[in-house]
């Protein structure tokens, strides 16, 4: 099992828990590839946002695999959002061997540009580096270690330094388990997910101590043909939400969602469409 960064360890049960559940808002998702250096367009549209403003605001999002013909670096992403905001996100793995080089910015303040490199050069081991570019202090380290069906990851920071967050996952079979400690081992996250079969699967997760003290959530996800996924949990708030996700056919998908909280009596729902 290859190693994850230590934000991605409890990766496969979240996968249940939380992907693919549009549960509030409408949006209309599109992406199509264009013939200039691979160059991909993605827009985004929130539906009927509210009373206000806009009803069909957008963020439209870029993509050059090799921008003006240049293969040394890509351009991960260009986006502008509905509010005017910008995110440039550029990176690059032809310095090194194993090395992946990547810088972020919001195109407006220098204080907000971050750059990275990521190592994955030696075997079962990933190593992760970020840092401000005006404060460099400010970085934070990702490094895990994957041996056999384990996999443990640690994250350093300036201000954990005696007391770094660490964690470990472990997979066997059709059994996930994680377990992470945050906070200078204040806040204590537990995850499992069992596969019971090719279309069948299960998760939970449990947080103790933080200020997510007692959040749980159990759910699970059924396929029961190819390009169709149902999804439902339950939540500590005593919501329930459940999700279906449809292939209607090739390039366009239908995801809609509803959670009933049954301690207010409020429902919600949300639906979305991607076109690709």
């Given at each position: 099992m290859a190693p994850v960064k230590f934000d991605d360890i409890a990766k496969t049960a979240n996968e249940v828990l939380n992907d693919d559940y549009q549960t509030s808002g409408y949006q209309f998702n599109a992406k199509q590839k264009t013939s200039w250096d691979g160059?991909?367009?993605?827009?985004?549209?929130?539906?009927?946002?509210?009373?206000?403003?806009?009803?069909?605001p957008a963020k439209l999002t870029w993509k050059f695999p090799t921008p003006l013909g240049v293969s040394a670096f890509a351009i991960d992403k260009l986006e502008m959002d509905k509010t005017g905001g910008m995110k440039l996100e550029m990176s690059s793995d032809k310095a090194y061997k194993g090395l992946k080089l990547e810088c972020k910015s919001d195109l407006k303040s220098t204080a907000k540009i971050v750059g990275a490199c990521t190592y994955t050069g030696i075997a079962d081991l990933f190593l992760k580096m970020e840092t401000k570019a005006t404060k460099p202090q400010d970085f934070v380290l990702d490094i895990s270690k994957a041996q056999g069906p384990a996999t443990v990851a640690m994250k350093l920071t300036p201000s954990n330094m005696t007391s770094p967050d660490v964690g470990l996952r472990v997979l066997s079979g059709p059994v996930f388990a994680?377990?992470?400690?945050?906070?200078?081992?204040?806040?204590?996250?537990?995850?499992?997910?069992?596969?019971?079969?090719?279309?069948?699967?299960?998760?939970?997760?449990?947080?103790?101590?933080?200020?997510?003290?007692?959040?749980?959530?159990?759910?699970?996800?059924?396929?029961?043909?190819k390009g169709t996924l149902l999804k439902a949990k339950v939540q500590q708030d005593q919501s329930v939400s459940c999700s279906v996700k449809h292939g209607l056919t090739k390039g366009f998908t239908l995801l809609g969602g509803l959670k009933y909280d049954t301690v207010k009596g409020m429902p919600s729902c949300g639906f979305k469409l991607n076109v690709e």
């Open positions: 160059a991909v367009i993605s827009t985004a549209v929130d539906l009927f946002p509210g009373k206000e403003g806009c009803m069909t994680s377990f992470a400690a945050k906070e200078a081992f204040s806040t204590f996250v537990a995850s499992c997910h069992y596969k019971a079969t090719s279309e069948l699967r299960c998760a939970a997760s449990y947080t103790y101590g933080g200020k997510a003290n007692g959040n749980f959530t159990v759910g699970v996800a059924f396929e029961p043909k």
